[in-house]
């Protein structure tokens, strides 16, 4: 099975400020690399598919980058419904895999 | 509109089964790859199962041998029958279509809660 680790697993930011995420593979994954958030008692929402490609109606300030093994969220200038959990999930290969998760809290 | 509802979620002694459905709209389940996932209290997103189009399934280590996922063309519907449940099965169960291609997970089921307990 192929692992996904986040980091950091928790962050505080303000209102303004870049923020980053980074999700590695244990295994090169191409681009088959997700990111959704999630907030609290909700259905987790689809942010950036392949690596890099935005979905419908997310805000341009979020984008996603990498390829292979190593990847990343991020979020140019936070905003107050910025605050959520965020997921990074490879669909390279069946068992689909998450990572652990990374709650962004305000600061 | 594209969109998942599941039911079938409640209160379950450890031992028991339940069956969980996910109705869709807007798209053909037998078309697609469809994934059941979970999320126990207060915890991290977990793959469950999945079944292609072609009608092969996949489960997690985790449920194998306990839970089926099926389909029901005629309804529109996806299923997740759970036998021997147990405590750590306790969480949100979400349905989730696979879109072709790059197999993301868009869109997701509002989600039910199962919770095993005595």
């Known amino acids: 099975d192929i692992q996904m680790t986040q980091s950091p697993s928790s962050l505080s930011a303000s209102v303004g400020d870049r923020v980053t995420i980074t999700c590695r593979a244990s295994q090169s994954i191409s681009n088959y690399l997700n990111w959704y958030q999630q907030k609290p008692g909700k259905a987790p929402k689809l942010l950036i598919y392949?690596?890099?490609s935005w979905q419908s109606g997310v805000p341009s300030r979020f984008s996603g980058s990498g390829s292979g093994t190593d990847f990343t969220l991020t979020i140019s200038s936070l905003q107050p419904e910025d605050f959520a959990t965020y997921y990074c999930q490879q669909s390279y290969s069946t068992p689909r895999t998450f990572g652990q998760g990374t709650k962004v809290e305000i600061k | 509109e594209v969109q998942l509802v599941e039911s079938g979620g409640g209160l379950i002694q450890p031992g028991g089964s339940l069956r969980l459905s996910c109705a869709a709209s807007g798209f053909t389940v037998s078309s697609n790859y469809m994934s059941w996932v979970r999320q126990a209290p207060g915890k991290g997103l977990e793959w469950v199962s999945v079944i292609y189009s072609g009608g092969s399934t996949y489960y997690a280590d985790s449920v194998k041998g306990r839970f089926t996922i099926s389909r029901d063309n005629s309804e529109n519907t996806l299923y997740l029958q759970m036998n021997s449940l147990r405590a750590e099965d306790t969480a949100v169960y979400y349905c989730?279509?696979?879109?072709?291609?790059?197999?993301?997970?868009?869109?997701w089921g509002q989600g039910t809660l199962v919770t095993v307990s005595s």
């Open positions: 392949a690596a890099s």
């Open positions: 989730a279509r696979e879109v072709y291609g790059g197999n993301w997970f868009d869109p």
